[in-house]
């Protein structure tokens, strides 16, 4: 992990006091603990806009803290145990490769190194050198079906092999933005090579 510099402090500003005044008015008196995850959502996500980097200072979580009126260790707890909340800068694209068992049988070991010879990464949850990618190693993000899959930022790219994680990340280079999803083409969760139940829509005429 590498050193960062905090802060000094934090306030939300009108684009996210807009969505919390939507977000406290979802939970009853009494029960304003509950926001502290769409908090540190709009947190992250105002940081990420604000300065490019998706992460939630300790400012930030004291701020939520306040607003919340529950002690602040409390919100550093839900922080930490989530791996969808960064505890320090990451890149313009966080790569989160996923290599649990499904994943690693589909080839996410291909991911990894891909990630690394392109990114110059060497160890989890480093930076580039260029500021462009951290990299974060995470558990099953649910998609298996189409695994392996690598998360970039909030999206899903899936099917990934070698060859198409190196295409991806020289894409996001040159600042692009490859279409999200199967990168094979699949369809959904269909069976490599199409559906074979269901493939053509023969409905009642009226």
Known sequence: MTEHTEPASFAFDD???ARITKVMAKYPAG???SAVLPLLDLAQRQMGRVTGSAWVPKVAMDEIARRLDMPPIRVYEVATFYLMFN????GTYHLQVCTTTPCWLRGSD???EAC????????WKET???GLFTMTEVECVGACVNAPILQVNDDFFEDMDAASTEALLAA???GEYPKVGSVTGRQ???PEGGPTTLTTLNFPAE
Do not use: F, H, N, Y
């Not at 505890?87 to 990451?90: C, T, Y």
């Not at 690394?116 to 160890?123: E, L």
């Open 172 to 174: 996001l280079r040159r």
């Open 15 to 17: 684009e996210s006091e």
């Open 116 to 123: 690394r010879k392109a990114t110059g990464i060497k160890g």
């Open 188 to 190: 959904t969760s269909a």
């Open 128 to 130: 580039s050198a260029d």
């Open 87 to 90: 505890m320090q800068p990451v």
């Open 31 to 33: 029960k304003q603990a």
């Open 110 to 112: 291909q991911v990894v």
